[in-house]
């Protein structure tokens, strides 16, 4: 970095390499049991932390090893106070241990010594993360060397004074923190309002109106996977494909997520396509999570993780049905439809046998619209939620730049 502004009297600009001991992970093989049946060393992966740039303190994790796995792999017993930084495909997840741990081989550890307070390197890196992620050698899997690493320069002042800006961080952090949870909290509320309103919705619906059978009203197709040993594109092409991973909570598709094929694949798997008359259910890993494409990816190629239902009448409302799959009433019947196994799986023919109440094509359509409101309303006041949420955070950032170059 290179000092890249002016520092107060007494800092100095240092080299990571200079004032930490940088010490990488390792995996031992899961093929021997011997390493992992057992174990007691806590063995950490970049998602047993937080957000990135997030700093959590951490004693426990999903995996732990044995001994022997910690003597016959490249990963290392860390001592208690460690800083923990993830640094390959999401760089920039924090971790301070209060336990020995090991860690994988995603993770650079700082090991710090007597001139550096171990907290304040921990936020010195959030601060600097985006600084790091420029030093990545790849732009597809992105990963940080040991050796850009050890060469990357931070502001280091006298220790006493570390530790100072340490302590008003962290009471700085915990008031916007807690005013950030807050508006987590009005978020999870408008997500709740907006559930209990669709059950009460379908549940006086099902009061008047007889049930059907999804079967009854559309026929359920499940889409089809790449042909073997071929890959999605990067590249834009007259052919999109759909995959769990780009269906958004909001019941539509993350244009900017999607991936293409090739026309050589399409006419492949030319048959498994969808339109904006259908409704997508993702049906393996994460299930029941439903909505409608855009017109303008009309044609596109469905994963085999999700079906579709294709109307075989006129008297359906898709945006009535999308409703539904969003109520209880739906939930808990995919809930026993589901088939568990190692990953779990709802077959076709149980989703066409979910069960829902259907009024005259008129009803659906004012239903809709009174939900339509609701949502709308609901989503106002998400998006103001997220913006105050966006703007503290705006502010932690502005004063942890604040405090690494000695304004604070």
Sequence with gaps: MNELYALPEGWEWKKLGDITKIVGGGTPKRSVKEYWENGDIVWLSPTDLGDVCEIVEISNS???????????????????????YSSRATIGKIAINTVEVSTNQGFANFICNKNIFNKYLAYCLSNFTKDIILLSNSTTFKEVSKTSLKEFEIPLPPLQEQKRIVVKLDGLFERIDRAIALHHRNIDEADALMGAVLNEVFGELEKKYEK?????????KGGKRLPKGEKLLET??????????????????????????TEEIFEQIKNYTITHQDLYISIAGTIGKTGIIPKKLDGANLTENAAKLVYITDEVSNKFIYYFTNSSMFSSQIEMATKIVAQPKLALKRLAKIQLPLPPLKIQQQTVQYLDRIAQETEKLKQVQQQKMQQLKDLKASILDRAFRGEL
């Design 62 to 84: 999903k995996d732990k090893i044995t001994k022997l796995g910690l003597e016959k792999s490249s990963t290392k017993l860390l001592p208690v106070g460690a800083v923990l």
């Design 212 to 220: 059907v059978k999804i079967s009854d009203i559309a026929k359920v």
């Design 236 to 261: 834009k092409t007259e052919h999109p494909y759909l995959r769990v991973a780009d269906f958004l909570d909001n019941g539509t598709i993350d244009i900017d997520s999607v991936k293409y094929i």
